[in-house]
């Protein structure tokens, strides 16, 4: 962990279960992402690892900018400026410096457990308060037994990440590895994450590292096609509408054979003469 200025505070987990063979027990928790101790100081980067709401999810990133009780966490969240140390008292007024106040006392409340206070940066953004409280995690069987279970903050120091882990954050600066880079995909998942080239350091850059998947390259190559065959597009004829028949013509059409000229009169007329 970074050498970061302040007071470090260390967070214990609680742990239970049935299985009483405390070495056994320890294994099946080994697997869980909690820490069994954790260390934090103000200004650790963190990163949740568990979802908490649809704004808090596993893999946001954070930074601890204090730590509190409870009841201090209820009056700064209503006030977050009074813990402001670039605004001193003097310049508050009579309600925030009365807030800070406040704060100081809760903050002093013999036995009050004090908690990391976390600010998260939010997808669309902006930035949210949280003070982190321990969460638990089951190893649980079928018939409801809970076999081992732990209770800790929800937590993990993030100054490195997996490239995995990393999908979908947005990160300003960020200094990347590609040495063990094994999958396609993986190397532009992993520089994708940052907002700008002024912001990207790369490390082991390797281009054949670089590989995309060949049905991605497959799809690509069809668009390329389509917009090929859209410069030089076949046009087909446009039929001329069909004119509509005559009067004449739709009643040939419903009597038959039968001959409405003239001519065809003059002859019924000769058969009928000769009759």
Known sequence: MRNLVGKEY???????????????????????MAS??????????????KNMDDSLVNGSLGKVVGFMNEKSFEYYHENPDVLDENISTQDLDDDARNQRAQIKT?????????????????????????????????IELPNGEIQAQRSQLPLILAWALSIHKAQG????????????????????????????????????????????????????????????????????????????????ERFRKQRGTVDLTQDADDEIIKRAAHA
């Open 106 to 138: 809760a903050m002093a409340i013999p036995g009050a457990k004090l908690y990391p206070l976390v600010r998260f940066a939010i997808a669309d953004g902006t930035y949210r308060d949280l003070l982190v409280m321990p969460e638990e995690w089951k």
């Open 10 to 32: 260390r967070f214990e987990a609680a742990d239970s279960g049935t299985i009483t063979d405390i070495p056994m027990r320890d294994k099946l928790l080994a697997n869980m």
């Open 36 to 49: 069994k101790s954790l260390s934090l100081k103000k200004g650790a980067q963190v990163m949740l690892i």
């Open 169 to 248: 954050q947005t990160l300003e600066r960020v200094k990347i590895d590609l040495k063990r880079v094994f999958e396609k995909g993986q190397a532009y998942v992993a520089l994708s994450r940052a907002t700008s080239q002024a912001g990207l350091e790369v490390q082991n850059f390797d281009k054949s590292k670089v590989m995309a998947h060949p049905r991605v390259a497959q799809f690509y190559d069809s668009l390329y096609s389509v917009n090929k065959a859209l410069k030089h597009p076949v046009v087909a004829p446009i039929p001329k509408p069909k004119q509509p028949d005559s009067y004449e």
